[in-house]
């Protein structure tokens, strides 16, 4: 077998139409475009790059933004003064902080001075609360969007095993709450892998669907999988490449090429899980705008 390609650039592309046109009838019935006000710390070139396509999109689907740039110096004290002014201001429906943060600074308590009515990234502790008590909530953008994936190729997630490889807050933890619960989208039996993991093939192998968020190159190869396997890479990573312009290629978790021989679908990075992340940051930047998850 080899896998059908999971487009998440062209599912993506329609999700901004989509965001695009209701942000038009927003402002159509006469109420300012949705804002996100964005802070990036400091000048990792990761960041950089994310911060740029998330402005790029906005522009896009008629979103106003800004970034606001702060200095790897930033003290604790300035930059949750920082938060709290665009917390206070009325004209900022959401709030981004890019991560990772310098190394002196607590991103737990960074975000938990987000107002959580304004977390678009989903990342605050009420959010994620509400996400596993099966409350409405920002749901947080990486693990919405594999699900929109899921859902724009009709892939089951229901009774299925799934197998989570990576315990981040930002996907893994959030993903397997998505996919565990009997409440939420996914309802599959969830297994959670992690560094502490023993024998990781002993749990991909039995898998239905892989999420893999690792942030290691070439972790999960064919040998780990089962046929027929549904594997989603969230993981991107710059390995060198002196064949490229820029010196580096972006590569997934999945040893791509053995991973697809097995697979039924698979996730290319880039071009997979990446862009979904930043549509639905638009889509949930437009909720925060009309208040739909916390009226009032
Ligand atoms: N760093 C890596 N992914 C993300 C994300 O989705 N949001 C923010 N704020 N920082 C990140």
């Given at each position: 077998m080899s896998a059908k390609i999971i487009d998440g650039s062209k599912v993506a592309s329609e999700l901004r139409d989509e965001v695009r046109q209701d942000v038009k009838d927003w402002v159509d019935e006469g109420h300012r475009p949705p804002f996100l006000q964005a802070i990036l710390i400091g000048n990792n070139p990761a960041s950089n790059t994310y911060i740029g396509a998330k402005t790029k999109a906005c522009k896009e689907v008629g979103i106003e933004t800004d970034t606001l740039r702060l200095p790897d110096t930033v003290s604790a004290k300035e930059l949750k003064k920082t938060v709290r002014q665009c917390n206070q201001n009325?004209?900022?429906?959401g709030i981004l902080v890019q991560l990772p943060l310098p190394s002196h600074l607590s991103s737990h308590d960074v975000i938990e001075s987000i107002d959580y009515r304004k977390d678009v990234d989903g990342f605050h502790p009420m959010n994620v609360g509400r996400l596993a008590v099966g409350q409405p909530t920002f749901r947080s953008c990486t693990p919405a969007g594999i699900f929109e994936l899921l859902k724009y190729y009709s892939i089951p997630t229901k009774s299925k095993h799934a197998v989570v490889v990576g315990a981040s807050n930002i996907v893994g933890t959030p993903v397997s709450i998505m996919l565990s619960?009997?409440?939420?989208?996914g309802k599959a039996t969830t297994t959670i892998c992690h560094?502490?993991?023993?024998?990781?093939t002993q749990h991909t192998i039995a898998a239905d669907i892989i999420i893999v968020?690792?942030?290691?190159?070439?972790?999960?190869?064919?040998?780990?999988v089962k046929e027929g396997v549904v594997v989603i890479d969230v993981g991107i990573s710059r390995v060198a490449d002196e064949t490229r312009e820029k010196g580096y290629k972006l590569v997934g978790d999945c040893h791509f090429e053995s991973v697809r021989e097995k697979a039924s679908w698979i996730t290319p990075?880039?071009?997979?899980v990446g862009p979904m992340t930043v549509a639905m940051l638009m889509k949930n930047t437009l909720l925060a705008a009309k208040k739909s998850i916390y009226p009032g």
């Open positions: 009325d004209d900022v429906d619960r009997e409440h939420s989208e560094k502490y993991t023993k024998d990781l968020a690792a942030g290691q190159p070439n972790l999960i190869k064919g040998e780990m990075v880039p071009g997979g």
